[in-house]
Each structure stands twice: as structure tokens, then as C-alpha cells.
């Protein structure tokens, strides 16, 4: 408020010195007026102009007696009208002075709202260009009927077809309609063609994903049937035992059997709901503030002029070329189908009398220990039944925690686990395992519209809960997980699961995985993705790792590539990966200056205790760092191994891995290692799992994926078109071979001297200094730092820290130079 006042003063001032009627044309009445002058004008013109197509022969006669009263003329718009049509139409333009009325009334706005005068002017400049085209093509296009194109476009069009000849007219003609299009809408051949690119791109994921839709519907279809059958057979148990209610009032829940689809209805209206709220906030926002500055008294225009200046250069880019799409390179790929899945029977039918009998023997065994049931209720799930247990008033819950042991023991039956209480709830839980237990495919868990819709960066759909509900965790928000199990129940598949969900979701370009596989067989089938998914550091031929001295040279390089995210985001002024991928997209960074669309990283070692034991320390260390830093630029970890002992996974491992996967493990320390609970050995095995992240611990049947079904979706992947090559890390050369390689000077490169300077002047010896000022690609930069540490100009590797520059200034850089020539 401060600064407007002044220049409201000003303003009084100046316009006190001029003539009244001059100062009163500047008001804000006069242009009132004067707008609202014009779109009377204009609509005047076109009714005259409408009139004059029907009666212009009828008043060829009053033309010449515009003062002669006892003429009187059929226009609508009297002698007036028809003489101003006659001029415009008859002798000026023909159909195209419409554009006259019309540019009138446009400009009638732009007085009311106070346009810049320069913006009236050029519309005005475009406006009349426009009018003498149309009058020249509706003459070329149709000689007879001169009202068409008016006089001028007729005589125009004789006169040019005496020079270039019909024909020549004709192409004349469309190049100059051609020209103005390109000039005035900023149409180039460039965006004509990504347009058509993005459209057919579009048009076929539309496709696709009709044909899934399709496919997942039908499932849905066939499932929602087979769960009603289901609930009908649970209903009908209910009614048969509900005689025995007096012995104790046993219910069995359903809740698990509802068809999920109702929820996933919920979902979709609280979206819609939510896009519409956000879609009118700013709207609401600009009337507001331009009603504030209307009470001020304050001209709007000043503010408007500001408002174009600050249209800056990535607006323009993403006007004319959209927005950046990383999927574009690969922009016909096809994500793999449902049909590559197998299918099981995966209707849950439990035996009434198993459920029955397992009731029974919970109530004697707690009775035995004079703990009294107040209520009871049962959960079927694909793999296990939770019973839920209320006890009678005045019994403590920390009294059956105590008997946890003997109360499993009691049930003596394998897989029993007690919850208690469930957490959130006042009720004790008891999992017994089925007699039957029911495969949970990859196939119904993918289909799911939870993980199908699901707005997650990297979705993993591991399996379904105890009530039956597809479980999607998002890998991003992890942000590193950690797997464990005893051999052969169910890690590899596990594994596998989370690497079908990923690559069932996400395109290539947002996506690398870094396989390690010390067993060498149970990854080796994603190797057909190398070009699309994989990661590998350059020179390295087998992208999936299964040395150690690899994975050691992987995990380090992937430390650098970490730091060069860091840099790129600090650059960027942005916080994680998320932002700094919307921002490229929305081309705001410039990808000169190194910047780059980052794809989520996932690394996944397989048998990390094998790596511990012989590597130790250097795999530990950078695994460490990676751990604890790695989450907000997109770097994610997924570490499984069969022995889960404090010496693999150590404390800070464990500390930076907070969501953790337990399958059967062998026994109760194992499970504490892991889950800092016990739990995991009263698993059952075969994909049975407890998930965690963080605070409560969830059973669940983990989906089954085998080989013959991940071999399909990897041949379907790698029949495509694929990247040039895989995606190359960052080369990372280890302390003993970094100061032999490049010794000789012929074979620098050719940018040595002049990253020599741009480090001795920075005095900072790092390769993403090279790439900013050198325009270079990292495995460049990293080796031009290479040839600098063997010259001696940079010193050696400090881990994430700069290296240290050895040359002081450019005098001692010559003689450096100079002196290695003379050796
Ligand atoms: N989710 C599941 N559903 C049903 N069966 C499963 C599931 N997961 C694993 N199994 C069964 O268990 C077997 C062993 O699984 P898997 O190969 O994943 O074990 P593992 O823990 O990786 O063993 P190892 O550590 O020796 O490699 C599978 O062949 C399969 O028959």
C-alpha cells in the first residue's frame, strides 16, 4: 500500500495540468465509453453487412442520395448501413470485412479491460493481413459472384494472375496461408511432428490398457461370483452352527469375503471429488485480486504488462513442445499383459468342521488356563484363519501374553501365532493355518484395481492380507527393505513378486534395476531386460552382478552416482527425485547444464550374507551410506538373505532398513534379528511372510510367481524395442587401479588442458564440475579426472568429498605440462 500511493499522487498531477476535456478523455469513464462505443459499432456493422447480402441490388439505387430523405433504402440499417456495407463489401472486401466488425468488437474488450495498445495494434496488423488473403482466395476461388471478395480482392487477383498465371496464384496463395499460420501461432514442423508422435503413442497405451481393462474386468467379474458362492457357503455354516451358540457365541466373520470392487468405487468418487475442489482454487484466487485492485483505484494495466514479462523461458519451451516425456525414446512400449500369468482356482473353501474344531480346542486349551471367551469370531484367509478372541470381563490381556508359549503349545499344531492384543483393537488374535491353504497368484494381485490404480511412485503388490485384500506397499516410501528367510520358503519368489509388480507398472525410462546374484541362477532370466531395466557400471559385460569384486566396484559407483544426484537436486533447489523429475518435465532445468531425467534406481541383492562373508567391510560400507542417504533421489534397496545372524545384518543395517520381510525362519532369534519380534518361525513356509515397516507387523500370503511365468514376461519385455545399450552408472575405479590407468600423455584426451584449467581455477577437483563446464557426459568427465590424478594435478579419490586439487595456479600447471614433455 506504502508504494501505490505515490503514484496515484503522481498521476493526478500530471493530468491537473492539461485541458479539461482532454484530461477528461484520459478517465476511466472515457474509455468506458469509448469501449463500449466500439462493440455498438461493430455489431451495428454486422447487422448492416448481413442486410446488405440480401438487399444490396435493391439499394444500388440510394447509394448516391444519402441526404435525399424521400429515398428511402431497404437495409436494415438505412442509408447509412447500406452505404458503409457498399463501401466495405461492395467496393473494399467482400465476406472478409466481417473480420472488420469483429476486430471492432475485440477491440471494444480491450479498451473495457485496458489491453496495451501495442497488443490492440498488432492484433489489428494480423486482423487486416488476414482480411486481404480471404478476399484474394474467395476472388481466385470464385470469379462470378463479386461480393465475395469485394473489389479489391477481385482486382488484386486479375493482376497477380496476369504475372504467375492461375496456377502460380494458386500455390502463391497457399504458401502465403501456410506462412501466416506458422508465423502467427508459432506452429513449427518440429511440434507438428512430436504432436502426431505423442498422439499415436497416446492412442496406443489407450489401447492396450482398454484390452487389460477388459481382461481385469472379466477376472473381477469372475471373481466377485466366486466370492459370492463363497459367502454363501460361509453363511450357510453360520446358520448350521448357530445352535451350538449356547455353548459359546461363535460367529464367524465374512467381512473378508465382501467383494472388494464396492471399496474401489469409494476411491474413484473421493478423487473426482477432490481434482474438482483443487480445479476452482486458483480461479477464485485471481478475481480476488483483481477486485482489490480495482478498489484501490489503481490502473490494472500496469499490472497486466507485468504479468506477460514474467511468462519466462520454460513456459515458452513447454507451450511449444509440451511437456518433457521420458517415455518418449521408447514410446511404443508395451507393458506386459495379464495373460502372461497363471491362473489358479484361488476360491477360498474352508471345511466348516476344521473351523469348528479349531474353535473347540481354542476355547478348552484357554479354558485350561482359566481364561473365559466372551466372543469369538473367525477371518478366512488364502493361507490361514484368524480367530479373534474377546475375553470375559476382568481378564488381563497381558495374562494370556504370558501364556503365549503354552497356549501355542497347547494347540500344537504347526504355524500358530498369537497377536496379543491386535494392535488397534481390544481383541486377541490366534492364526491357525488351514488344512487347505489356497494359492494367491501373481495374476489376481496384479489385475487388482488396488494395485492397478494405485498412485504410487514403485507399487509392489506382495500378496493378500488375512482378509483376503490385495497388499500394495510402495517401495519409495520404504524406503529399503530387508528379506529374510530360512532356504526354500519362498525368498526367491518373493523377490520375483516384487520385481513383476515393478515391472508390470512402471515404463523403462522410470525405472533401472541393479540385479546381484551370488547363486548365479535365480535372477540370470532378467538378463533379456537388460536394455530396458537393467543397470550396470560401463565396460562390465553381464549386467546382472555375481562377483563380489563387482558388486563391491557397483555398490561404490552407485555411492557416486548418489552424490551426483545430490549435486543435480542441490543445483536444482529441489528436495528429492520426485521434484526434480517434475521440474525437468516441466522443462525448467536445463539438460546443458548436466541435468537429466532421473529413473528410480531399485538395487536387489540376492544372498546377502554370502556377500557379507566374503567381502565384509568394503560391502558393508558403502551399502551403509547407500542406506542411509540414498532414499530422496530415488536410489531404493532390497536386501535378502537366508541366514538373518547380527553379524549379516548388522545394527546400522537394520537401523537403515525399516520395512522388513520375514519368511519362515528356523528360530526365535532369527525372527528377532529380523522383525525385532518373534513370529517368523511359527510361520508355515510356502510364501507365508510378516511384513513390517516400521510399528505393526502384518501376516501375509505372499502372491506366487514361478519361472516359466517371469521367463514369459522377460522374453515379452526383450522382444521389444529396447535402449542402445543398458543404464550406464557411473564408472567407479578403485584406489589401486585409479593411478595406472592413462599414464600414457598420448592417449588423454583432447579436453585435458582444458579441464586442467577449469579444475586449477575451481581449485575443486570433481567430474561433475567437468560436466557443467565442459558439457560432458559423466563416464567422460570421470575419466578426463582419471588422467588429471595421474598427471598429478588432482589427487586421489576421498569418497563423496572433492578431490584435491595438487596445482596451486596456472604458472605451475605450464611448468607441469612442460616438464612431462621433457621425460
Ligand atoms: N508364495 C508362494 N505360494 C506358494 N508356494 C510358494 C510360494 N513361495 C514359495 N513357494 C514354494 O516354495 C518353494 C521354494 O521357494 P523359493 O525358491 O522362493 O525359496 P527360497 O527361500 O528362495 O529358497 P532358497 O533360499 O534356497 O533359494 C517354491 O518352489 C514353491 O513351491
Redesign the pocket.
Request: net charge positive; glycine share 28%; aromatic share 8%.
Given at each position: 500500500m506504502a508504494k501505490r500511493k505515490p503514484s496515484v499522487k503522481k498521476h493526478t498531477k500530471t493530468l491537473e495540468n492539461k485541458p479539461p476535456i482532454f484530461a477528461f478523455l484520459k478517465t476511466k469513464q472515457a474509455q468506458t465509453i469509448f469501449g463500449f462505443f466500439l462493440i455498438s459499432f461493430s455489431v451495428f456493422l454486422c447487422i448492416a453487412f448481413i442486410s446488405f447480402f440480401f438487399n444490396w441490388q435493391e439499394d444500388q439505387s440510394t447509394l448516391d442520395q444519402l441526404t435525399n430523405r424521400a429515398v428511402k433504402s431497404s437495409n436494415l440499417l438505412g442509408k447509412i448501413g447500406a452505404n458503409l456495407s457498399h463501401f466495405f463489401i461492395y467496393k473494399g472486401f467482400g465476406i472478409a470485412s466481417f473480420i472488420i466488425a469483429i476486430q471492432l468488437f475485440l477491440m471494444g474488450l480491450d479498451v473495457l479491460f485496458k489491453r496495451k495498445l501495442s497488443k490492440i495494434i498488432l492484433a489489428w496488423n494480423w486482423s487486416l493481413v488476414a482480411m486481404v488473403l480471404i478476399s484474394i482466395s474467395l476472388g481466385f476461388l470464385h470469379v462470378k459472384f463479386a461480393l465475395l471478395s469485394g473489389i479489391v480482392g477481385f482486382e488484386i487477383n486479375q493482376y497477380l494472375q496476369d504475372f504467375i498465371g492461375k496456377t502460380g496464384l494458386a500455390i502463391a496463395l497457399i504458401f502465403l496461408f501456410a506462412a501466416y499460420i506458422v508465423v502467427r501461432y508459432k506452429v513449427t514442423f518440429d511440434l507438428f511432428i512430436e504432436k502426431l508422435k505423442q498422439k499415436r503413442a497416446a492412442k496406443e497405451q489407450e489401447e492396450s490398457l482398454i484390452v487389460e481393462e477388459n481382461i481385469s474386468n472379466a477376472k473381477e467379474d469372475e471373481k466377485t461370483i466366486e466370492k459370492e458362492k463363497t459367502n454363501e457357503v460361509v453363511k450357510k455354516t453360520v446358520e448350521e452352527t448357530s445352535e451350538d451358540k449356547e455353548k459359546s457365541n461363535f460367529e464367524k466373520s465374512v467381512i473378508d469375503l465382501k467383494p472388494t470392487i464396492s471399496k474401489h468405487s469409494d476411491v474413484e468418487t473421493k478423487k473426482e471429488e477432490l481434482t474438482l475442489t483443487v480445479a476452482h482454487e486458483p480461479e477464485a484466487n485471481i478475481e480476488e485480486t483483481v477486485e482489490d485492485l480495482n478498489d484501490v483505484g489503481i490502473d490494472v494495466a500496469i499490472g497486466r504488462e507485468e504479468e506477460s514479462s514474467t511468462q519466462n523461458l520454460s513456459d515458452k519451451l513447454v507451450k511449444d513442445f509440451g511437456e518433457f516425456d521420458p517415455t518418449l525414446e521408447l514410446a511404443n512400449f508395451k507393458f506386459p499383459t495379464f495373460n502372461l500369468l497363471k491362473q489358479y482356482n484361488e476360491t477360498i473353501s474352508i471345511d466348516p468342521e476344521e473351523l469348528e474344531a479349531n474353535k473347540d480346542r481354542i476355547v478348552e486349551t484357554l479354558k485350561n488356563y482359566k481364561i473365559g471367551i466372551a466372543e469369538i469370531k473367525a477371518t478366512v484367509g488364502p493361507t490361514i484363519t484368524l480367530y479373534e478372541i474377546v475375553p470375559e470381563a476382568g481378564i488381563r490381556i497381558s495374562k494370556i501374553k504370558n501364556l503365549e508359549d503354552d497356549i501355542a503349545l497347547s494347540l500344537s499344531a504347526l504355524g500358530i501365532r498369537i497377536i496379543a492384543p491386535i494392535p488397534g483393537k481390544g481383541t486377541i488374535g490366534i492364526e491357525v493355518p488351514n488344512k487347505k491353504s489356497t494359492?494367491?497368484s501373481m495374476h489376481s494381485v496384479i489385475s487388482s484395481k488396488k494395485f492397478q490404480e494405485s498412485p504410487m511412485e514403485l507399487p509392489v503388490a506382495l500378496?493378500k492380507t488375512i482378509s483376503n485384500e490385495t497388499f500394495v506397499v510402495d517401495l519409495a516410501k520404504m524406503p529399503h527393505l530387508l528379506m529374510a528367510?530360512?532356504?526354500?520358503?519362498?525368498?526367491?519368489?518373493?523377490l520375483n513378486a516384487v520385481l513383476t509388480s515393478l515391472l508390470y507398472k512402471k515404463h523403462p525410462a522410470e525405472v533401472k534395476f541393479i540385479l546381484v546374484d551370488p547363486?548365479k541362477v535365480?535372477l540370470t532370466l532378467f538378463n533379456k531386460i537388460e536394455r530396458h531395466y537393467l543397470a550396470k557400471l560401463p565396460d562390465v559385460e553381464e549386467a546382472i552382478i555375481t562377483d563380489t569384486t563387482k558388486v563391491v566396484h557397483t555398490l561404490n559407483s552407485l555411492c557416486i552416482e548418489m552424490d551426483n544426484r545430490y549435486d543435480l537436486l542441490k543445483a536444482a533447489m529441489v528436495r528429492n527425485i520426485k521434484e526434480y523429475n517434475a521440474k525437468f518435465k516441466a522443462r525448467k532445468l536445463n539438460p546443458n547444464d548436466g541435468h537429466q531425467f532421473l529413473p528410480y534406481i531399485v538395487l536387489v541383492i540376492d544372498e546377502f550374507a554370502d556377500l557379507i562373508m566374503t567381502a565384509g567391510k568394503e560391502v558393508e560400507t558403502p551399502i551403509a551410506r547407500l542406506a542411509q542417504l540414498a532414499r530422496a533421489i530415488g536410489i531404493h534397496l532390497i536386501v535378502a538373505t537366508?541366514r538373518p545372524s547380527v553379524n549379516v545384518i548388522t545394527g546400522i543395517i537394520k537401523a537403515n532398513f525399516p520395512a522388513r520381510i520375514a519368511?519362515r525362519v528356523t528360530s526365535k532369534i532369527d525372527s528377532r534379528t529380523i522383525l525385532d519380534a518373534g513370529g517368523a518361525d511359527q510361520l508355515i513356509?510356502?510364501?507365508d511372510l510378516l511384513y513390517t515397516a516400521g510399528n505393526d507387523i502384518n501376516r501375509i500370503?505372499?502372491?506366487?510367481v514361478?519361472t516359466p511365468e517371469v521367463e514369459k514376461i522377460t522374453d515379452f519385455i526383450g522382444s521389444q524395442k529396447a535402449y542402445s545399450e543398458a543404464f550406464l552408472l557411473p564408472e567407479y575405479v578403485d584406489d589401486e587401479s585409479g593411478t595406472t590407468v592413462d599414464i600414457d600423455i598420448a592417449d588423454r584426451d583432447k579436453l585435458f588442458r582444458d579441464a586442467a584449467e577449469i579444475i586449477v581455477t575451481a581449485q575443486q577437483g570433481s567430474a561433475s564440475l567437468l560436466q557443467r563446464k565442459l558439457k560432458l557426459g559423466y563416464n567422460r568427465a570421470g575419466r578426463l579426472i582419471d588422467q588429471l590424478e595421474a598427471a598429478g594435478i588432482v589427487g586421489g579419490f576421498e569418497g563423496s568429498k572433492a578431490r584435491q586439487v595438487l596445482v596451486p595456479d596456472f604458472v605451475a600447471l605450464d611448468q607441469l605440462l612442460e616438464n612431462e614433455k621433457k621425460v
Open positions: 494359492i494367491v500378496g528367510g530360512a532356504t526354500g520358503q519362498g525368498k526367491s519368489v518373493g547363486k535365480e537366508q519368511f513356509g510356502r510364501g500370503q505372499c502372491a506366487f514361478d
